[in-house]
């Protein structure tokens, strides 16, 4: 064998090794997406049911009585700050 194929036999066994690692580095990057695409969807979910809520509250605001107001203003102002909290959250995750 000449240096000559030897230094090519070398060169593809190096390609080879490296190869599986890019391989090796592809499916775990397609992982990580499919794990940020399920957890982003997941994060969306959340955020609907709490915008949701919100609105029911802000219903029940709109036909509250006086007396119940109060009460009704307080379950709406925490489904809000729920709602900024998740939303500030999710905002901040997928800035990343």
């Known amino acids: 064998m ?7 036999e070398k060169l ?3 390609m080879r090794e ?3 690692k890019i391989d090796v580095l592809k499916a775990k ?4 997406e499919a794990d940020a695409k399920i957890e982003y969807r ?3 979910e959340d955020l609907r049911q709490k915008k949701e809520a919100l609105r029911v509250k802000l219903g029940e605001l709109q ?3 006086d007396a ?3 009460d009704i203003k307080a379950g709406a102002e925490k489904a809000a700050a729920d709602l900024k909290d998740a939303l500030q959250s999710a ?3 997928f800035k990343q």
Do not use: H, V
């Open 18 to 20: 490296w190869s599986a």
């Open 91 to 93: 905002l901040a995750k």
């Open 42 to 44: 997941n994060r969306i």
């Open 2 to 8: 000449t240096n000559k194929e030897a230094y090519r």
């Open 12 to 14: 593809e066994a190096q």
């Open 68 to 70: 119940a107001w109060k």
């Open 63 to 65: 036909n509250a009585s």
């Open 29 to 32: 990057a397609d992982q990580a």
